[in-house]
């Protein structure tokens, strides 16, 4: 089966860094996404990982351990904008199984 | 990047009708679509994969003979809910990958369309 823990909700203030925690137990697991949401609207996809470690790209950077069934999305120098649900996505070959999510507000 | 489309964006059926829906890939081939369901403050749920030519894999408690699904060309899919009621309003996902099962390798990016509300009075 598949199980995916987030935080429920994260406040942060504007320009301010955030951190999303996401474990997850998944089988068939093959990467892991992260991807955002706005209210009322499809996700857009963020990021990829497959090997454990950092990757970086603008603001936001996403993190993996493989063996910890561990990852995390950092965001940077945060915005208004950014204020909306983070769902952490493990995939498999097959499909990939979507976390409630994060909702993060960004306050001035 | 890649664009999916989804028609229409809103519905407003009776009690006891049938809704299509369709999901078309605009640049890309799509050989495997998928198509979720989004209660108020949840996730997204996989209700069933299809693969262009063959029959839709349904995920547990989703009824195949409610939600019939035509993956009938490598752009288009379609997804019927039939006797729609009430319960049956969501927010209704559709997503594509190049892909078929089990390819993608180490990256099996989806493209979300923009999503069906569906309201059932």
């Known amino acids: 089966g598949q199980n995916i823990d987030q935080p429920t909700e994260m406040t942060a203030t504007e320009g301010a860094i955030v951190q999303i925690n996401c474990t997850y137990q998944t089988s068939g697991f093959n990467g892991l996404f992260w991807y955002q949401q706005h209210a009322g609207e499809a996700p857009t996809f963020l990021s990829y990982?497959?090997?454990?470690g950092l990757e970086e790209k603008g603001r936001f950077s996403s993190f993996l351990s493989r063996s910890k069934g561990y990852s995390y999305l950092l965001l940077k120098e945060l915005q208004m904008k950014d204020s909306a649900s983070y769902l952490c996505?493990?995939?498999?070959?097959?499909?990939?199984?979507f976390g409630t999510g994060t909702k993060l507000q960004v306050i001035p | 990047g890649a664009v999916v489309s989804q028609h229409p964006s809103r519905v407003i059926c009776k009690s006891g009708t049938s809704v299509k829906i369709e999901c078309r890939s605009l640049d890309f081939q799509a050989t495997t679509m998928f198509w979720y369901r989004q209660f108020p403050k949840q996730s997204l749920m996989l209700m069933a994969t299809s693969n262009e030519g063959s029959k839709a894999t349904y995920e547990q408690g989703v009824e195949k003979d409610k939600f019939l699904i035509n993956h009938a060309s490598l752009t288009l899919s379609t997804l019927t809910v039939t006797s729609a009621h009430p319960e049956d309003s969501s927010f209704y996902i559709c997503?594509?990958?190049?892909?078929?099962?089990?390819?993608?390798?180490?990256?099996?990016?989806?493209?979300f369309g923009p999503g069906t509300r569906l309201t059932v009075l």
């Open positions: 996505a493990p995939g498999g070959y097959q499909k990939v199984t």
């Open positions: 997503s594509a990958r190049e892909g078929g099962l089990g390819s993608g390798g180490a990256y099996n990016e989806q493209f």
């Open positions: 990982n497959v090997l454990d």
